[in-house]
């Protein structure tokens, strides 16, 4: 921690940039919330991003802050984080996240915001700042939960076609436009506790870093909690409009039951990383997700060279996140 705290403007003018990242992180990832629930017909554009953000918001009542406590202790060693990491580490998540919405790429906000942070601190300090817990446990999950996406899509979709055979398609419809009403709420629910506290965790790591709150202290302050997830939930109700169609049609045709066991076994996945405290891509969460659901009817059901596509910027959103971090984490020793 630095003997001096920073002043009060610079630390404000940061805090407001990580909320405007948290906005966007909504605003980006609007479609892994509603994308399937809109493909199915269940809810109209304009309803399901009130339903989305609405859930976004509730999650603020449902899970601990183990996330932001990764986040905001668990990536870097204590006393690395300054003004200039935080602003490079925002500015590197923020850039990547308007290219890959600029080009309706369904990239990751939250490994952008991984990648800014080690980027920044990497310039800064090198690797040997850098926790390998935190880290390691992040980047494991880059590979664990897209995987688990899959797994648990497809073996529900397995199971409920086993479990209503013999039912009418016309019923089965039915049933399942309602059920998406609420594996489309859980699934907003895990976007929200996951993501908000990523934000909060950034900010908390900026406060702890300024002097301005103790490393000691277990919560951030009520203001950071709340400010977050009302970003969140703002950017998810002004929704990514370019990266629907892309989540819920062009990946693979979805019916609503589809869209339920996808929903279902993405925000299984979600609820199970957030309680562990892992920071997950939702994005990544959800695309393994209606890969898994739509390789049961056949194979060729999946758009792979889309998928393809899609990988490939996972691929790339740490390393060039990372790369515009270290660059303005430069440019900003020559500001401030």
């Given at each position: 921690m630095e003997s001096?705290?920073?002043?009060?403007w610079?630390?404000?003018?940061?805090?407001v940039?990580?909320?405007?990242?948290d906005?966007?992180?909504?605003f980006h990832d609007?479609?892994?919330s509603?994308a399937t629930?809109?493909?199915?017909?269940v809810?109209?554009?304009q309803?399901a991003?009130?339903?989305a953000?609405?859930f976004?918001?509730?999650?603020?009542?449902v899970f601990q802050l183990s996330?932001?406590?990764?986040?905001g202790?668990g990536?870097?060693?204590?006393?690395?984080?300054?003004?200039n990491?935080?602003?490079g580490?925002l500015?590197g998540a923020?850039a990547w996240?308007v290219i890959?919405w600029w080009y309706?790429i369904p990239s990751?906000?939250?490994?952008a915001l991984?990648?800014g942070i080690?980027?920044?601190?990497?310039?800064?300090a090198?690797?040997g700042?850098l926790?390998?817990?935190?880290?390691?446990k992040?980047?494991?999950f880059?590979?664990?939960?897209p995987?688990?996406?899959?797994?648990?899509?497809?073996?529900?979709?397995?199971?409920?076609?086993?479990?209503f055979?013999?039912t009418t398609?016309?019923?089965?419809?039915?049933?399942?436009r309602?059920g998406?009403?609420?594996?489309a709420a859980?699934y907003s629910?895990g976007h929200?506790?996951?993501?908000?506290?990523k934000t909060?965790g950034?900010i908390?790591?900026?406060l702890i870093?300024?002097?301005?709150v103790?490393?000691s202290?277990?919560?951030?302050?009520?203001?950071?909690?709340?400010s977050c997830?009302?970003?969140?939930?703002?950017?998810?109700?002004?929704?990514g409009w370019?990266?629907?169609?892309?989540?819920?049609?062009?990946?693979t045709?979805?019916k609503?039951?589809?869209?339920?066991?996808a929903e279902?076994g993405?925000?299984?996945?979600?609820?199970?990383?957030?309680?562990?405290g892992?920071p997950?891509?939702?994005?990544h969460?959800i695309?393994?997700?209606?890969?898994?659901?739509g390789?049961?009817?056949r194979?060729?059901a999946v758009r792979?060279?889309?998928?393809g596509?899609?990988?490939?910027?996972?691929v790339?959103?740490?390393p060039?996140?990372?790369?515009?971090?270290a660059?303005?984490?430069g440019?900003s020793?020559?500001?401030?």
């Amino acid at each position: 921690m630095e003997s001096v705290q920073l002043s009060l403007w610079l630390v404000a003018m940061l805090v407001v940039l990580a909320i405007v990242f948290d906005f966007m992180n909504g605003f980006h990832d609007a479609a892994n919330s509603i994308a399937t629930v809109v493909s199915t017909g269940v809810l109209k554009p304009q309803h399901a991003v009130l339903f989305a953000a609405f859930f976004n918001f509730v999650a603020l009542f449902v899970f601990q802050l183990s996330v932001a406590a990764t986040i905001g202790k668990g990536i870097v060693e204590p006393g690395v984080v300054d003004a200039n990491v935080v602003f490079g580490a925002l500015v590197g998540a923020i850039a990547w996240n308007v290219i890959t919405w600029w080009y309706g790429i369904p990239s990751s906000s939250s490994h952008a915001l991984i990648g800014g942070i080690v980027g920044a601190v990497m310039a800064k300090a090198g690797p040997g700042a850098l926790l390998t817990g935190g880290v390691s446990k992040t980047m494991a999950f880059i590979l664990v939960s897209p995987v688990l996406g899959f797994l648990l899509g497809s073996l529900l979709m397995v199971a409920v076609a086993h479990v209503f055979r013999g039912t009418t398609p016309l019923r089965i419809d039915r049933l399942f436009r309602r059920g998406q009403l609420v594996s489309a709420a859980m699934y907003s629910l895990g976007h929200g506790g996951n993501d908000a506290q990523k934000t909060i965790g950034i900010i908390w790591m900026l406060l702890i870093g300024s002097g301005y709150v103790a490393a000691s202290d277990p919560l951030p302050p009520l203001w950071v909690i709340w400010s977050c997830y009302i970003a969140i939930a703002l950017g998810t109700l002004f929704g990514g409009w370019r990266i629907v169609k892309t989540m819920g049609q062009r990946i693979t045709k979805l019916k609503p039951v589809g869209g339920f066991c996808a929903e279902t076994g993405g925000a299984i996945t979600l609820f199970l990383a957030t309680g562990l405290g892992i920071p997950v891509s939702t994005t990544h969460t959800i695309t393994g997700a209606i890969v898994g659901v739509g390789s049961t009817r056949r194979l060729s059901a999946v758009r792979w060279g889309l998928a393809g596509r899609i990988v490939w910027a996972w691929v790339f959103t740490i390393p060039a996140s990372a790369l515009i971090a270290a660059v303005f984490y430069g440019l900003s020793r020559l500001v401030f």
